[in-house]
């Protein structure tokens, strides 16, 4: 079983910048595939990325790529997701989550383990 806990979420202008971290608790966090997903009250939760077991490849939707970078650390038991050029619609509750499927089934939506959350808020 894995615990997974986010940090690093604040308010931030447009254009900005924020690094979230997910701290693994639990063993074997590098035989996870793990991702991030984003939540605004109202609406069905977002892929936003994830990263294979060993971060040898990376999934990210058009509404991110080139903006968010996912990776992992395997030593730290941490994943992280930089945002760089943030929008007013990157604004919500962002989770991370940890699957021992695929890196597609996070794609897909399906995880194993989710997290608490942590708030991103982008304002003009």
């Known amino acids: 079983q894995v615990q997974l806990v986010e940090s690093g979420g604040g308010s931030v202008q447009a254009g900005g910048s924020l690094r979230l971290s997910c701290a693994a608790s639990?063993?074997?966090?590098?035989?996870?595939?793990m991702g991030w997903f984003r939540q605004v009250p109202g609406k069905e939760r977002e892929f936003v990325a994830a990263i294979h077991q060993n971060g040898a490849s990376t999934i990210y939707p058009d509404s991110v790529k080139g903006r968010f970078t996912i990776s992992r650390d395997n030593a730290k038991n941490t994943l992280y997701l930089q945002m760089m050029n943030l929008m007013l619609e990157d604004t919500a509750v962002y989770y991370c989550?940890?699957?021992?499927?695929?890196?597609?089934?996070?794609?897909?939506?399906?995880?194993?383990?989710w997290g608490e959350g942590t708030q991103v808020t982008v304002s003009s």
């Open positions: 989550a940890a699957t021992k499927e695929t890196a597609w089934a996070l794609r897909a939506g399906r995880a194993d383990y």
């Open positions: 639990g063993r074997d966090f590098s035989l996870y595939n």
